[in-house]
């Protein structure tokens, strides 16, 4: 079974701090893949990265950031110089490539992030 | 990307009644999805629905309660049966495509809120 921890409930910094939002994951799979959603109020849930179990490259794109290590099984998101637009639940999923399981995606809990101006 | 489009986009229905929530995608999808977001929850996973099959129902979800339909490639429908204000909840519609062993990202529709009184 596949379990995703984002141990942060809520973080609330000032606008343009750095934050980063941790994500822990769990498999016994060696072939999956990693995804960060964001949840604005409005409720609409926005694709952010996904990143294949195969490619541990980190990725930058604007003031994004994505730190993917197997080793330690986390998938951590900084947002750079964060904007009160970024104040949204972030959520971190994990979907597995075997047939059985399909491409369904586990969810971690989901952070709330806070950005104050 | 995929356009995903969802109806209705909210109700408030009564307990004991059934409301069928219907998911279009503007192309033609390998896979898709339904989710439950309960009030200040994570998604969780109802069922994949098979084109041209029965639906493949995750631990806690039964066919009597949310019936599926998918007839095509591009549209899918949940029913919620029955209703109890438990039901309450953002329905989500996900897709997904799938093409040499490689997933592609994952979409998820602009939810339908449900409030049953």
């Known amino acids: 079974a596949q379990k995703v921890t984002q141990a942060q409930t809520e973080i609330s910094v000032v606008e343009k701090e750095d934050v980063t939002l941790d994500c822990v994951y769990e498999?016994?799979?060696?072939?999956?893949?990693l995804f960060w959603y964001k949840q604005p109020p409005s409720g609409e849930l926005v694709f952010l990265i996904r990143?294949?179990?195969?490619?541990?490259q980190n990725e930058i794109s604007g003031r994004y950031s994505w730190n993917f290590q197997k080793s330690t099984s986390s998938f951590n998101f900084t947002i750079t110089a964060s904007q009160v637009v970024d104040s949204a639940v972030y959520f971190c999923?994990?979907?597995?490539?075997?047939?059985?399981?399909?491409?369904?995606?586990?969810f971690g809990e989901g952070t709330q992030l806070t950005v104050n101006p | 990307s995929a356009v995903i489009s969802q109806k209705p986009s909210r109700d408030i229905c009564q307990r004991g009644t059934s409301l069928t929530i219907q998911c279009q995608v503007d192309?033609?999808?390998?896979?898709m999805f339904w989710y439950r977001q309960q009030p200040g929850q994570s998604l969780t996973l109802i069922a994949t629905?098979?084109?041209?099959?029965?639906?493949?129902?995750e631990s806690g979800f039964v066919i009597d309660k949310f019936p599926i339909s998918r007839p095509n490639l591009t549209f899918s429908t949940l029913t919620v049966s029955n209703m109890s204000p438990e039901d309450s909840s953002i329905y989500l519609c996900?897709?997904?495509?799938?093409?040499?062993?490689?997933?592609?990202?994952?979409?998820f529709g602009p939810g339908t809120r449900l409030t049953v009184t």
């Open positions: 996900s897709v997904a495509r799938r093409g040499s062993g490689i997933l592609d990202e994952q979409y």
């Open positions: 192309s033609q999808v390998t896979m």
């Open positions: 990143r294949n179990s195969f490619d541990e």
């Open positions: 498999t016994r799979d060696t072939t999956y893949y």
């Open positions: 629905a098979n084109q041209g099959s029965e639906a493949t129902y």
């Open positions: 999923a994990l979907s597995v490539a075997g047939e059985t399981s399909g491409s369904r995606l586990t």
